[in-house]
């Protein structure tokens, strides 16, 4: 009873600790570009139902504007790893 009192409370802790979009989260820190795709996707569905007028290719354009933003964060972590490797 007392070591999983202890676990939990160390969970709590933990979960508390935790400051958003300043340290990784724990359980996700090693996965976290498997969200991203997510991510961008919801936040292009967002742009793109306040901007759109007409809803006739709704998805379609979603899915492109996502397939564009993370094709574009790539080249950016590319180009910087480029960058870092030939200052360093």
Excluded at 65 to 75: E, F, G, S, Y
Aim: contains cysteine; charged residues 10%; positive net charge.
């Amino acid at each position: 009873m007392m070591i999983s009192a202890l676990w939990t409370l160390d969970l709590i802790t933990t979960g508390l600790a935790w400051i958003p979009f300043l340290e990784p989260m724990p359980l996700i820190a090693r996965f976290w570009f498997a969200t991203l795709p997510i991510i961008v996707f919801l936040t292009a569905a967002a742009y793109k139902g306040v901007q759109m007028h007409n809803f006739e290719r709704y998805i379609w354009k979603t899915l492109a504007m996502t397939i564009q933003i993370c094709a574009l964060l790539m080249l950016l972590a590319l180009l910087i790893t480029i960058a870092f490797a030939l200052l360093w």
